[in-house]
């Protein structure tokens, strides 16, 4: 307990009942989370088993998994069930799955296999539509919007579309015994509410409950909370409501406005001092957020100093903005002997990125990109894996159906649900339901036959798999599904070239992998399986870290490069449309708490937008930081720099750095 503050220590001992702890940004709450936890294995008697802590991230499970590891016993530490609030319903589901009509090992289906049941359905193949689609679906499974209610609530056409096909989609879901990312809450939630015995079952096994981020639940997650707390109460929620940022994905600030309300035995306790930015950051973060209606007021101190000055550099337009980061950020790293992970450029949207990335490799600067979509999250990657996942694991459901559909083979989204329907009933998987004589009789010769002929196919190619090496299975298995044919008709001509070159790619890769480890094609797909442990190489590179402020979140660096504050981009012109500017100030204030040692803000006086240049504003938020700590530069007042001295000052720079060099 040594090195906490008074607050910390009594967020950590208090078990008199339901407790909020307001974690500002930057206050220690993972310390208090993981420091409670082993309090109260080693003080107060309660068994490992018997506690759940919850987080929004694999990420962040992980890291309080390991911290709390280093303050208890390894084998306590395991019995502990710290995880995502999605890896807690399923761990729900698999063990109440008969309960509710589903087979333990049913099928957990990612937004790319949903996005083809809703494209089915909805009979489209627009991926706006789609999109928008899955997004009203989805929000109305967060906030406990069932099927037939759906259809009362749809206002517009598209929700009226929305309405129509979640009932269909549910049942299809049902069908193949599977269930989509937002069920895993969703159906947890169902179960205790409609079976009691159930949830006092879980009552008792969840004696204590911990929940990080708690701004960020949305209804069906508050709905899921309550429901494990139960009469007992015993919980401890820490949030802050100023970093309150992801609305657009329903998380719902009301949570945190209606927890004293719905628990009067609550008690709140404040976490302020802040142990990660310098006064004059943490002055500007305060000022900013203190023109948003607060739900609790509290505000951050620290003293680790005041700091370098706040900059705030206007730039001509977004080419010179790129430029003018990219010089000035050489300059400090000279300057302050840093690595380049010490830097951050964060922007409200993605695409404000490329000019950024261009300036940077220009710069021969390292860099990361957050948010990038990884290779194995490619469509056409995703759909070769879903094959050897089934060469590996015939009961593996979700990849039967995506091998089944892609590229199609005339079997039809009525016999998959037929299927479906009869591997739930005999509780068997789609493979072994395909072969038996009870599911011939219940669809037509010209359904069975495509199907069989597909798993025939399927049970020669693993036998190879399992025996053979993979330079001879791959170029094969390619041919007999003619994928390239299908990328080539169903993708503009540029697409399918792009999409075909990952395939070789992924595919030249696994032949070499094979050839390097003399490993069969299906022990290569295990290797597949663990190809996150690119994460860790991740983390250890050297280079500046570009991240949206939505991704930024829960992060630190020591210097950050706040990019495009400008008035329709950050507060977003949408946001000023629709009134809800409060939730972009709390963005602001995220992306200003990131930083720990200097912040450096830019806009453009113009901006090109397609083809054409418009007239930029300053955010409101950069009057809204105070001028006291903050020194201004460039823009009409200050004569900017051309683009000759701009490249000069660039020529001095390099001098600067190469004679540092030696």
């Not at 929004?56 to 502990?80: D, S, Y």
């Not at 056409?157 to 809450?185: G, H, M, P």
């Not at 947890?188 to 969840?206: I, M, S, T, Y």
Request: aromatic share 8%; glycine share 6%; with cysteine.
């Amino acid at each position: 307990m040594s090195g906490l503050n008074p607050q910390q220590r009594e967020a950590i001992h208090y078990l008199d009942g339901p407790l909020l702890v307001l974690a500002g940004a930057g206050s220690g709450k993972t310390r208090v989370i993981t420091q409670k936890i082993a309090y109260l294995v080693q003080d107060c008697g309660f068994e490992p088993r018997n506690i759940a802590a919850i987080t929004f991230t694999n990420k962040a499970a992980k890291e309080m998994q390991e911290r709390v590891g280093k303050l208890i016993p390894t084998q306590a530490a395991k019995q502990l069930q710290i995880s995502t609030f999605h890896s807690l319903g399923v761990r729900i589901l698999r063990e109440e799955a008969k309960v509710l009509g589903y087979k333990p090992r049913f099928s957990i289906f990612d937004s790319a296999d949903c996005a083809g049941i809703i494209a089915d359905l909805a009979n489209s193949v627009d991926k706006g539509t789609l999109r928008n689609l899955q997004a009203i679906i989805s929000n109305w499974k967060n906030a406990l919007v069932h099927p037939e209610t759906a259809q009362g609530l749809a206002a517009s056409e598209t929700e009226k579309l929305a309405a129509q096909v979640y009932l269909s989609y549910e049942a299809t879901l049902k069908a193949y015994q599977a269930v989509d990312f937002d069920d895993l809450i969703l159906l947890p939630v169902q179960l205790f509410e409609e079976h009691q015995e159930v949830r006092d079952k879980w009552q008792n096994r969840l004696r204590y409950l911990l929940v990080d981020e708690y701004q960020d639940t949305n209804a069906c997650q508050y709905t899921l909370l309550k429901l494990l707390t139960g009469p007992r109460q015993q919980f401890t929620a820490v949030g802050d409501d100023d970093q309150s940022i992801y609305g657009w994905r329903g998380a719902d600030i009301e949570n945190l406005r209606k927890l004293p309300q719905e628990f009067p035995r609550l008690k709140v306790i404040k976490l302020e001092q802040n142990y990660r930015s310098t006064v004059r950051i943490l002055k500007a973060a305060n000022n900013v957020i203190a023109h948003n209606e607060n739900l609790f007021d509290k505000k951050l101190w620290s003293d680790l100093g005041h700091g370098e000055q706040i900059t705030v550099t206007v730039c001509t337009d977004n080419e010179r903005e790129a430029e003018s980061v990219a010089i000035r950020m050489q300059a400090h790293k000279f300057e302050n002997r840093g690595k380049w992970s010490d830097y951050a450029i964060l922007y409200r949207s993605n695409h404000l990125a490329r000019m950024f990335e261009q300036q940077l490799r220009n710069q021969r600067i390292p860099y990361l990109l957050s948010g990038g979509q990884s290779f194995f999250d490619k469509a056409e990657i995703k759909d070769l894996i879903a094959y050897l996942r089934l060469f590996a694991n015939l009961e593996d459901d979700p990849a039967f159906i995506r091998a089944a559909t892609t590229p199609k083979r005339g079997i039809g989204a009525g016999t998959l649900q037929a299927l479906g329907t009869y591997a739930g009933e005999r509780h068997i998987s789609l493979f072994d339901a395909a072969f038996e004589e009870g599911f011939a009789q219940r669809v037509q010769a010209r359904q069975l036959e495509p199907l069989l002929e597909f798993c025939n196919f399927i049970a020669r190619m693993q036998t190879r798999a399992e025996a053979e090496p993979a330079q001879r299975v791959l170029p094969d298995l390619l041919t007999a599904i003619d994928y390239e044919a299908f990328l080539f008709d169903h993708e503009e001509a540029r697409a399918a070239e792009s999409k075909w070159a990952n395939v070789c790619e992924f595919t030249n890769w696994l032949c070499r992998k094979g050839e390097q480890d003399e490993k069969t094609l299906v022990d290569l797909t295990q290797t597949i399986a663990l190809i996150n442990m690119l994460d860790k190489q991740e983390e250890e590179f050297d280079g500046v870290q570009l991240s949206t402020l939505h991704a930024a979140k829960g992060l630190e660096y020591k210097h950050v490069f706040l990019v495009g504050v400008e008035e329709g981009i950050l507060p977003h012109r949408e946001s000023v449309e629709t009134g809800k500017v409060e939730e972009e100030r709390r963005l602001m204030y995220v992306g200003i708490t990131r930083a720990r040692q200097s912040l450096h803000l830019s806009y453009c006086e113009r901006r090109k937008q397609n083809r054409e240049w418009i007239t930029c504003e300053p955010s409101r938020f950069i009057t809204e930081m105070g001028k006291d700590d903050v020194r201004f530069a460039g823009g009409k007042a200050q004569a900017p720099a051309d683009k000759a001295t701009g490249s000069a000052r660039l020529e001095a720079m390099k001098a600067m750095l190469s004679a540092g060099r030696k």
